[in-house]
């Protein structure tokens, strides 16, 4: 609505100019001209076909219901959006603020894609390092000392969702955690994800730490834009090649935590399922969201957060994306 307000203004400015100084560059016999000639230039446009924000996303205010799925009571939130017709398929409770766990991560990586190289040295500092984070949190095994490529770094964190490589990356990025964080909140408001607040670049719980179902397809979204984002989570697996602290060349190799990828869980017949994030913790329950392509390579984006089980979530995505209509 900016451009529209400033071409206004323009206008106002040339009609003052002709109404006034008519010297200036039309007579009065040429100022119905001037002024019509004005708005063909700027008026006369299709001033609303891909210029405003939200012109190419799925918009739905309420819940939507999905012929031939009936949803499922064991989640918090669930939503299915239709990239190519920019449609919102299913909706339940996708605006509602909730905890995301490790899908927080995707944001962590949009920004490092944005504002790193691939082949930056990351050097893993204390706070980053598997030893500072709870004994029963996701970590790659980073150590003080240790130097990573970024690239390295952000496959352990999209496969493998390390912590320690969420705040090595942030590190990395921004300085410190709380500067990346501020990064963070504000590339979410810049994709209009105004129901998010993150605290920290990984997701492990905080009061103050959520988003929603759909502040997370605005923030995906953008993320598989970038065709490497897309590459890393349609890997199977990843070896990182990485120097010890000590100077010694180590290997480690990390593969999807998604169980769709992992083949332990069947895939729906009716998609390609490219990849996605998960995320688990016991106030955010079992998340997931995912990219997937139908038979005509029609883009989708599916959320689920807050399932109640790990079979729970699985069932219940398969069953969201199953009801996509033909």
Known sequence: MRCISNIKRLFL????????FPQAGCGKEQQ??????????????????????????????????????????????????????AEVLYSYQMHERLYPASVTKIMTALLALERGNLSDTVTISGTASASSFPSDAQVCGLREGDQWSL????????????NDAATAIAEHIAGSEKEFVTLMNARARELMANNTHFM???????????????????????????????????????TANYSG?????LTETFEPTNLYAKGTVQKPSNVTIA??????????????????YDA????????????????ALYEDMTSMIQAIPE
């Open 151 to 162: 690239e390295a770094l952000l496959n352990a964190l999209l496969l493998y969702s390390g």
């Open 245 to 249: 602290a000590d100077g010694v060349s």
């Open 275 to 292: 990849g996605g994030k998960t995320g688990t913790t016991g106030e955010a329950g079992y998340c997931l969201i995912l990219l997937e």
């Open 13 to 20: 400015i040339v009609l003052t100019a002709v109404l006034v």
């Open 200 to 238: 920290n670049s990984h997701g492990l719980h905080d009061d103050e730490h959520y988003t929603t179902a759909y502040d997370l397809y605005l923030i995906f979204k953008e993320c598989i834009k970038d065709e490497r984002f897309v590459e890393i989570i349609q890997s199977d697996s990843y």
């Open 32 to 85: 119905v001209s001037c002024v019509t000639e004005f708005e063909k230039q700027n008026y006369n446009k299709s001033l609303y076909e891909g210029s405003l924000i939200a012109s190419k996303l799925c918009v739905a205010k309420e819940d939507v219901s999905l012929e031939n799925y009936e949803g499922d009571t064991q989640v918090h939130a669930a939503a299915l959006f239709d990239l190519d017709r």
């Open 296 to 311: 005509q390579k029609r883009p989708y984006i599916s959320v689920v957060m807050g399932a109640d089980s790990k079979p």
